[in-house]
């Protein structure tokens, strides 16, 4: 279902859009936290100086040749002519790049921090839906008695609360034209100190399939469903959940107390 898969692609989502950040971070931080912007038209250089007075922020101007006039170097006054040379100075300064490569480490490593964390949470997200099976007999080996067997250990595979109790019972054999079907019902119950009856039960029926065409070596295939519902599940593709036999019961104990309140 989508909301399965949800909780992983937000996390997978997230550790995706990490390395971009800390590009841009680190990008950022090796130019001394400075931007470089190209001038096309004369009044986007002039919105641009003033841009920069008013906010004080440390940018690279890029003008580019013809607006100014052919040839010539726009004039620069003393403020920014002593802005520039702090801007030299401080690019040459190798205590100023020592301290920016060390910046730029300690980014790594929380960027390494946080993916590793992530990364784990993920695998926890996908190792708690790991779908559980068993090794199914073949079609040779097959008994009825042996098909009762192996879906009691399906069932012990289940996370169900050890409060439900259940009992299995053969049903039928099915004989088509393709295979021979054998059908099987696991029917749970929630009883209580109080009511060590049951009100209501939960019904699972089993169907294992042996094909006609397929080599006698093949395992058996197995599908079961809820008495509710009408889909088809297997047990390799579709974890079980305790909250199906729930919902059952609970529906039928408010059918029953609607009847009763008529």
């Known amino acids: 279902m989508w909301y399965e898969i949800l909780p992983g692609m937000a996390v997978m989502g997230v550790c995706l859009s990490i390395p971009g950040i800390a590009t841009v971070f680190m990008h950022r931080l090796c130019h001394g936290g400075k931007e470089k912007r190209i001038a096309?038209?004369?009044?986007?250089?002039?919105?641009?100086?003033?841009?920069?007075?008013?906010s004080g922020v440390n940018k690279h101007y890029i003008p580019k040749a013809g607006f100014v006039g052919a040839g010539q170097v726009k004039p620069m006054d003393e403020e920014e002519e002593k802005a520039a040379s702090e801007e030299k100075g401080h690019e040459c300064l190798p205590e100023a790049k020592e301290k920016e490569k060390g910046v730029v480490f300690a980014l790594l490593g929380c960027v390494?921090?946080?993916?590793?964390?992530?990364?784990?949470?993920?695998?926890?997200?996908?190792?708690?839906?790991?779908i559980k099976n068993i090794l199914w007999?073949?079609?040779?080996d097959f008994?009825?008695?042996?098909?009762?067997q192996q879906i009691e250990e399906l069932i012990s595979t289940w996370d169900i609360h050890e409060s439900w109790l259940h009992h299995?019972?053969?049903?039928?054999?099915?004989?088509?034209?393709?295979?021979?079907?054998?059908?099987?019902?696991?029917?749970?119950?929630?009883?209580?100190r109080r009511k060590?009856?049951?009100?209501?039960?939960?019904?699972?029926?089993?169907?294992?399939?042996?094909s006609k065409f397929k080599p006698d070596t093949v395992p058996v295939q197995v599908f079961y469903r809820l008495e509710s519902s009408r889909l088809i599940r297997r047990?390799?593709?579709?974890?079980?959940?305790?909250?199906?036999?729930?919902?059952?019961?609970?529906?039928?104990i408010a059918c029953i107390e609607r009847l009763a309140s008529r």
């Open 112 to 130: 390494e921090v946080f993916s590793g964390g992530f990364v784990g949470i993920l695998f926890l997200l996908e190792t708690k839906h790991v």
């Open 235 to 252: 047990p390799e593709q579709c974890q079980f959940r305790e909250k199906w036999l729930q919902d059952i019961i609970e529906n039928k």
């Open 196 to 210: 060590p009856v049951s009100r209501a039960t939960a019904s699972v029926y089993f169907v294992i399939v042996i």
């Open 143 to 148: 008994t009825v008695e042996r098909g009762q």
């Open 137 to 140: 007999t073949a079609a040779k």
């Open 168 to 192: 299995s019972e053969f049903l039928e054999e099915e004989e088509l034209k393709d295979s021979k079907r054998y059908h099987y019902r696991a029917c749970w119950g929630l009883p209580t």
């Open 40 to 54: 096309r038209y004369p009044y986007e250089w002039t919105l641009m100086e003033r841009d920069r007075r008013l």
